[in-house]
């Protein structure tokens, strides 16, 4: 069974960095051939992916966080991290780690919560 953990979340004040990471475990098929992303979901709003990277290493990310969050992964320990920098109170929210193997088959993490406040 695929699961997914991450850590990192905590308080932090604006302007500050957290870095999240995601571990995999249970997986069959080797994870560089696997996407994966990392979603939040703020209190009252709709889950929003906020960076990807592909199984070639391409990344995405939703314009609120581009020059301040970066996301990459180290596939020899299943590990995809969210590195976020300038943090500001608009990103609080829960973080989701997401594995999509491509084939229809996606997984979540339990999500860790980050806040932003002075």
């Known amino acids: 069974q695929v699961q997914l953990v991450e850590s990192g979340g905590g308080l932090v004040q604006p302007g500050g960095s957290l870095r999240l990471s995601c571990a995999a475990s249970?997986?069959?098929?080797?994870?560089?051939?696997?996407?994966m992303g990392w979603y939040r979901q703020a209190p009252g709003k709709q889950r929003e992916l906020v960076a990807a990277i592909t199984s070639g290493d391409r990344t995405n990310y939703v314009d609120s966080v581009k020059g301040r969050f970066t996301i990459s992964r180290n596939n020899a320990k299943n590990t995809v991290y969210l590195q976020m920098n300038s943090l500001k109170p608009e990103d609080v929210a829960v973080y989701y780690c997401?594995?999509?193997?491509?084939?229809?088959?996606?997984?979540w993490g339990q999500g860790t919560q980050v806040t932003v406040s002075s």
């Open positions: 997401e594995l999509d193997d491509g084939y229809g088959h996606r997984w």
């Open positions: 249970g997986i069959f098929s080797d994870i560089n051939t696997m996407a």
